[in-house]
């Protein structure tokens, strides 16, 4: 018998620890460092959480990594860019030459591994029907016909893609090596992964296959004594022995190592490959910029690397309940089955060895002369206060109580609330504070290394969905525009109390927006309140906040202008005056253009009575072309100013309606509901 109380207290912790951290949708916010890089943070901060989510399974290396933390004092995340080659093979059939050329011609690597030419029986036919049908009709088309090729090809290609992303990969504890007296992973002078490798992978990774084959088999780290324990109740020896060379597993140092490699004196990080038990075959020494591993710790110790883990907590009163349990459940079994002190040879020892319900026990005296039980001492008034001491020891260290758990009902309902609260409050600190160290130690460092390789690596544009719109994302433009903060939970208290809080402060804001006449400022905006929104929802455990409400900055995007108010009774009276000035300099304008009329009609009638005058009198053959010439010049500019007194009565008709409708709808000299009218004696549009 074993009491299960590490499993009972991790398993109680973590869901709250996963919780604060995957209820909203964002993990982690980027922070501009100047007001110009406000916008580009929206797309970062989004981009980050997409790359987390999307391009790695966010939620399942979150588990592991806290996981590994509260059972085995650290976890470990291995981050690093992935230049992803992924080979397909493709076979394709009766592809004509235009076909085969868009295959040639397409992004990926493409290499042809089998290739086949063949006739297009169908296309060939076809096309001597139309020869026959020319040659019957005697068409001279026929001898300039040139005899197309009937080709087809049957190909097996081979296409390569290559693909560069973050990578972020679980990590062992027992994988794991460090310096032994480093403070942290950035300050020691040794840091590696230690992992079994297949030949297979190596070769694919890019080393020599014969320098591969040379490679020792691993046969020391076959039997790990962590790996052994995760694995005993699934299997009770994994060793796995492989049937063929190119499956057979290698150990690899993956080491970064600090020491001088140019001989200035200075020490430089250096990333050295090294393979076999004691890693004496060198693979690769390059240099690097820093050490691809993030860790946490519930509980971290000042000045030390490997803090306290949360079963290390409970791992004794375990022990000492299981030992307990045990004894009890021992005094019980002799309680029931109690021993028997008897008379030599006056009893059966095959019926008394035989213990079955109504079972016969013969003897050749009567039993109690011959028969004695030897009572044993019940322990269990000792023994259950005992491992309610124990509980309470275990609550004490942990802070992960019965109350909190749901399991004391009495306990809870003789309580006050206040005093419930308060219990629950004084509960959740011990996980608050475990949430606040993993969001400022090993995932604020996790989305730091994201940040930088995507900075340094990520040279193509990629398209991700902000805000229900398509917006394309770079990241070489962000270097040193951002500070990475963590977002973790919503403050204090449970979700409950959360909620009614925030309910609150939404109805001062609401209260607040009122005041001001329902407009934004002095002291409330439409985004103070969308921001208290989203987090009611993201606390109902609802990640898509868009879904719910829109943000103002983009709905004000999608609102139509404003109606402007209407006009006062004095700017009715000045529109009136306005009217009447126009329609008066309308009238005169109009009368001017009638006389203009009959001065050009005068004036043609002039011209027409002086040349046949002129022909009359001097009996000569006058020159009409000329005449005519310049009677269509005296036209045009008639026409012209004719011309431009039209347009002049257009242009007045045209603000006499401006001028009706404003009358109703807008004032003068507005665009959009601005808020200054004509006063009287003011020069007016019109004049």
């Known amino acids: 018998m074993v009491s299960t109380d590490v499993s009972d207290t991790i398993e109680s912790i973590l869901p709250n620890l996963l919780r604060v951290f995957t209820a909203s949708d964002k993990v982690v916010r980027c922070e501009p460092v100047t007001g110009e890089d406000v916008p580009m943070a929206e797309q970062a901060t989004a981009y980050l959480n997409h790359v987390f989510y999307k391009d790695n399974n966010g939620f399942q290396l979150l588990y592991n990594f806290f996981k590994d933390a509260l059972i085995e004092k650290n976890g470990f995340l291995k981050i690093y860019w992935d230049d992803n080659e992924t080979v397909e093979y493709e076979t394709y059939e009766n592809l004509s030459l235009e076909d085969k050329e868009a295959l040639e011609d397409s992004k990926d690597e493409i290499e042809f591994i089998e290739e086949e030419e063949i006739e297009d029986e169908s296309a060939k036919e076809e096309f001597e029907k139309v020869v026959a049908e020319y040659e019957a009709q005697g068409n001279p088309a026929i001898a300039n016909m040139q005899v197309p090729k009937f080709t087809l090809y049957n190909c097996r290609i081979k296409r390569t893609k290559r693909t560069g992303k973050v990578k972020i ?120 910029d820093s050490v691809p591993f993030v860790t946490v710790t519930p509980i971290p110790m000042p000045h030390r690397f490997y803090g306290r883990s949360v079963s290390e907590l409970v791992e004794d009163v375990q022990l000492m309940k299981s030992t307990v349990m045990r004894q009890l459940l021992d005094n019980m079994y002799l309680t029931n089955n109690n021993r028997v002190a008897i008379m030599d040879g006056m009893v059966n020892m095959d019926d008394l060895l035989t213990t079955r319900p109504g079972g016969v026990v013969r003897t050749k005296q009567p039993p109690n002369q011959v028969m004695q039980p030897l009572q044993s001492q019940p322990i269990s008034q000792q023994a259950f206060p005992l491992l309610n001491y124990l509980d309470t020891v275990r609550e004490a260290r942990t802070g992960v109580t019965k109350s909190s758990q749901g399991l004391d009902a009495n306990s809870l309902n003789s309580k006050t609330a206040t005093g419930v609260n308060a219990l629950m409050t004084q509960t959740q600190m011990r996980s608050e504070l475990i949430a606040r160290v993993f969001a400022e130690t090993g995932v604020k ?243």
């Open 169 to 288: 990969e679980s990590v062992p504890p027992e994988e794991f090596l460090i310096d032994r007296n480093a403070k942290t992973i950035e300050e020691a002078d040794f840091v590696a992964h230690k992992v079994l490798v297949t030949r297979s992978d190596l070769i694919s990774m890019g080393y020599p296959e014969d320098e591969v084959k040379d490679l020792p088999k691993s046969e020391l780290d076959i039997y790990n004594n962590e790996e052994i324990t995760r694995q005993r109740d699934i299997d009770e020896y994994p060793v796995d022995n492989a049937t063929d060379e190119s499956t057979e597993k290698v150990l690899i140092y993956e080491s970064y190592v600090k020491y001088d490699y140019d001989g200035d004196g200075i020490a430089e990080l250096r990333k050295i490959v090294s393979a076999g038990d004691d890693g004496s075959t060198i693979l690769e020494n390059m240099p690097c």
């Open 445 to 687: 460092d996790l989305f730091r290394k994201i940040f930088e390789l995507m900075v340094k690596y990520q040279d193509k544009e990629k398209i991700i969905m902000i805000n229900n719109q398509y917006i394309p994302i770079k990241p070489t433009e962000w270097k040193d525009r951002f500070n990475i903060s963590i977002v973790v939970g919503l403050g204090t208290g449970s979700k409950e109390q959360q909620t009614i809080m925030l309910n609150s402060i939404l109805e001062r804001q609401i209260q607040a927006f009122q005041l001001q006449g329902g407009k934004e400022m002095p002291m409330v905006t439409l985004k103070n309140i969308y921001n208290t929104l989203s987090k009611v929802v993201e606390n109902a455990g609802l990640k898509n906040v868009e879904s719910y409400f829109v943000d103002p900055d983009i709905g004000k995007q999608m609102m139509p202008p404003p109606q402007p108010p209407a006009p006062t009774p004095i700017e009715k009276i000045e529109f009136t005056r306005i009217d009447a000035e126009n329609k008066r300099k309308i009238a005169d304008i109009e009368l001017q253009y009638k006389e203009l009329q009959q001065k050009t009609q005068a004036m043609t009638l002039d011209f027409e009575a002086k040349v046949k005058e002129m022909a009359l009198k001097y009996n000569t053959q006058l020159d009409t072309a000329k005449i005519k010439a310049d009677a269509d010049l005296d036209k045009m500019i008639i026409a012209s100013d004719t011309k431009i007194v039209e347009q002049a009565q257009k242009s007045a008709n045209m603000f006499s309606e401006q001028i009706k409708g404003l009358n109703g709808d807008q004032r003068p000299g507005q665009q959009g509901g601005g808020d200054q009218p004509i006063q009287p004696g003011q020069t007016s549009i019109g004049e």
